[in-house]
């Protein structure tokens, strides 16, 4: 953290201001949202998958502020079928959102590291990553039993508002979480299972709505900027 300060002071604070660029993978064209300088390290961040996403974005864009006030760059690529994506959410597969982010860091041609929360673990690791973060990442299994709950509790055939192939949910129910290279798991102080470290804040991905918690966004970005200056970034 002192490190990436330092480069902050070096640059007069002036960091860019968040901007909208695009990467291209085998599937199309997609958005990717960029903060902070070009050069150095980028924090590529993958959303929870589904709703849990849409809860959680305001608060990773927060974290991926914080870290461009640190001198740390950071991107957050709209995955196809989510986001502002044209691709349709039913034509999603797993394999197509491994083969998007890996061309995204491609495209950002920096040592790159993905910050996954919850099932953004899932989709990481096809890429050539000089890390992985993680807060709270989940297996496909558990990500499979999730989608389930929610169907049951929706009583319908969608996953709340979100209407998937049959393909995409036999890829969730039995796919595993990549562990290769430098991996940092964090968890929340109330998860029992084991982790690198606990933080504070809440679950935002259980909150009825979207939001933010200040302080568990201020303990992301501060041990993922130590963390990074640890690995050489």
């Given at each position: 953290?002192?490190r990436a300060r330092a480069l ?146 929706g009583g319908g055939e969608g ?75």
């Amino acid at each position: 953290v002192r490190r990436a300060r330092a480069l902050r002071r070096g640059q007069g604070g002036r960091l860019s201001a968040p901007r909208i660029t695009h990467y291209a993978w085998r599937g199309g064209r997609e958005a990717m949202l960029r903060f902070g300088p070009e050069r150095g390290p980028v924090v590529a961040a993958i959303l929870p998958l589904f709703e849990e996403g849409n809860r959680t974005r305001a608060a990773a864009i927060d974290v991926l502020r914080r870290l461009a006030a640190l001198g740390i760059g950071g991107a957050l690529p709209d995955l196809p079928g989510t986001g502002e994506s044209l691709v349709p959410t039913r034509a999603a597969s797993l394999a197509g959102w491994r083969a998007a982010f890996a061309a995204a860091v491609e495209a950002l041609n920096a040592p790159v590291f993905a910050m996954a929360w919850r099932g953004g673990a899932l989709i990481d690791g096809g890429a050539e990553l000089a890390g992985r973060w993680r807060l709270s990442p989940m297996t496909g299994a558990e990500q499979y039993r999730e989608l389930a709950r929610i169907q049951r509790i929706g009583g319908g055939e969608g996953y709340a508002g979100n209407r998937l192939s049959p393909a995409l949910l036999g890829e969730l129910d039995t796919a595993e979480t990549p562990a290769a290279g430098a991996l940092r798991v964090a968890r929340l102080k109330e998860d029992p299972r084991e982790a690198a470290l606990y933080l504070p804040g809440r679950p935002l991905w259980r909150a009825t709505e979207p939001g933010v918690d200040a302080v568990l966004q201020e303990a992301v970005a501060d041990d993922l900027a130590a963390w990074i200056a640890a690995c050489g970034g």
